[in-house]
């Protein structure tokens, strides 16, 4: 079954404390992106990958990290969390780079950090 | 700037038709996306426009026009299960990046 998949889904963690949030893909895709959502604000963009090690920043970039070393892995790393990082997180993939032709973007599950 | 809006919220009558609005200012302007998605899950695609004009896909439609910065979501037949938040995206191009802007989302409630 093509798939985004996420882990942690849930996790409570407090101020300071490094995370990794998974992120990885069957379907091949060379497009991959993180989101946060927060009520009020919708969804913005942290990072994003075009493909194996080349990774750029979205519009919410500070205080988030992000690797590209394989294809169907993208993780999102919070080196020092703060409570304004408390969100729900969502990872994306694609199969080609939005805004050509047979774009389609999938979303992972989501998951739902909050940073005491 | 880059700016997305569309309406907080809407209700329709099942069995309706509802137009949801978006217009949006970006520099790059590089496609438009509509996504649905329900309470407490992930958004999912719905709708991809690049050139002006009306794309249909069975009960939904999507339209855009890139002069007028204007799109909607015409969502016809309306049922219960279509009570969800409908987000608008864009597809923004700078010199330097390649970003993927969303509005807040609208909210629909069906009604029966």
């Known amino acids: 079954e093509a798939q985004v998949t996420q882990n942690p889904r849930y996790l409570i963690t407090v101020t300071g404390k490094k995370l990794t949030v998974t992120c990885s893909q069957n379907?091949?895709?060379?497009?991959m992106s993180w989101y946060r959502q927060d009520p009020g604000l919708g969804l913005r963009q942290i990072y994003y990958s075009m493909n194996v090690e080349v990774t750029d920043k979205g519009d919410v970039p500070e205080g988030y990290k992000v690797s590209r070393k394989e294809k169907r892995n993208f993780p999102l790393i919070l080196e020092s969390p703060s409570p304004n990082q408390t969100s729900l997180y969502f990872c994306?993939?694609?199969?080609?780079?939005?805004?050509?032709?047979?774009?389609?973007?999938?979303f992972g599950p989501g998951t739902r950090l909050t940073v005491t | 700037g880059q700016n997305i809006d569309q309406p907080t919220e809407m209700t329709a009558t099942e069995g309706a038709i509802v137009q949801i609005n978006c217009t949006y200012q970006t520099s790059g302007f590089n496609g438009l996306f509509w996504y649905q998605q329900h309470a407490g899950e992930a958004p999912t695609f719905l709708s991809y426009?690049?050139?002006?004009g009306l794309e249909e896909k069975g009960r939904f439609s999507s339209f855009l026009s890139r002069s007028k910065g204007y799109s909607y979501l015409l969502l016809k037949e309306l049922q219960m299960k279509d009570s969800a938040s409908y987000l608008c995206a864009v597809r923004d191009i700078g010199n330097r990046d390649d970003k993927i802007i969303f509005g807040k989302g609208t909210r629909l409630h069906i009604l029966p």
């Open positions: 994306a993939s694609s199969l080609v780079a939005p805004g050509t032709i047979d774009y389609e973007q999938y």
């Open positions: 426009n690049v050139l002006d």
């Open positions: 379907m091949n895709h060379e497009y």
